[in-house]
């Protein structure tokens, strides 16, 4: 609902973009709120781009099951039984 809502505040305007290079390309600009947001070539990545900056960030979660375990050449290696009589000889 709110996406939606989001989406039709987004009004799209055609203008004229001059890239580094120097030529001239035909593109968009998106106003959000009355407010120019951006200009680009793709009205689709204009729009990607607002929804991803306007939507909060997913929450994080530290419980210990969501974390990666240590992988297992960073774990103590198993010593044999011959390393073990060659320690004390």
């Known amino acids: ?3 939606e809502q989001e ?6 305007k055609r203008c004229a973009i001059v890239c580094p290079d120097g030529i ?7 106003w959000a709120c ?10 689709e990545e204009l729009e990607k781009a607002y929804l991803r900056l306007s939507l ?3 929450p994080l979660s530290y419980h210990w099951r969501s974390r990666p375990r240590l992988p297992l050449k960073h774990r103590g290696r ?3 039984n011959n390393e073990r009589e060659a320690d004390f000889l």
């Open 56 to 58: 909060p960030p997913e």
């Open 7 to 12: 989406s039709q505040a987004l009004v799209f």
């Open 78 to 80: 198993k010593i044999e």
């Open 34 to 43: 009355g407010q120019r947001f951006a200009r680009g070539i793709d009205k």
């Open 1 to 3: 609902m709110r996406i």
């Open 24 to 30: 001239e390309r035909a593109g968009w600009e998106m």
